[in-house]
């Protein structure tokens, strides 16, 4: 069975960074679309940044280059570096896995990314 296990949420105060993990149980992935999605209490679940197996990152506009996706294929680990973090950031944190192996993965909707992790919580004080 697949498994992604989201690592690294915690509690910041705004400014700070957080640095989320996504370890997933086999490699199955690695040439496959990854991307970290977050959905905050009675909100929907917004799609946050997305990559390619070779590296082709897509981000939600409203982030203004404050988070880096990125991937190790060795370690079948996503990461999202999330700098000057906000209020407006809070949210629990989940990554996803698409059997799809398109070249720019931001193109997937939410419905196609077929693994999940559990998710991370991230806390964002002001």
């Known amino acids: 069975q697949v498994r992604l296990v989201e690592s690294g949420g915690g509690s910041v105060q705004a400014g700070g960074s957080l640095t989320l993990s996504c370890t997933a149980s086999?490699?199955?992935?690695?040439?496959?679309?990854m991307a970290w999605f977050r959905q905050a209490p009675g909100k929907e679940r917004e799609k946050v940044a997305s990559?390619?197996?070779?590296?082709?990152?897509g981000y939600a506009n409203s982030l203004q280059g404050r988070f880096t996706i990125s991937r190790n294929n060795a370690q079948n680990t996503l990461y999202l570096q999330m700098n000057s973090l906000k209020p407006e950031d809070a949210a629990m944190y989940y990554c996803?896995?698409?059997?799809?192996?398109?070249?720019?993965?931001?193109?997937?909707?939410?419905?196609?990314?077929?693994?999940w992790g559990q998710g991370t919580q991230v806390t964002v004080s002001s």
């Open positions: 996803a896995a698409s059997p799809s192996a398109i070249r720019i993965c931001w193109f997937l909707a939410a419905t196609q990314y077929a693994y």
């Open positions: 086999t490699d199955t992935f690695t040439t496959s679309c």
């Open positions: 990559i390619s197996s070779n590296g082709v990152t």
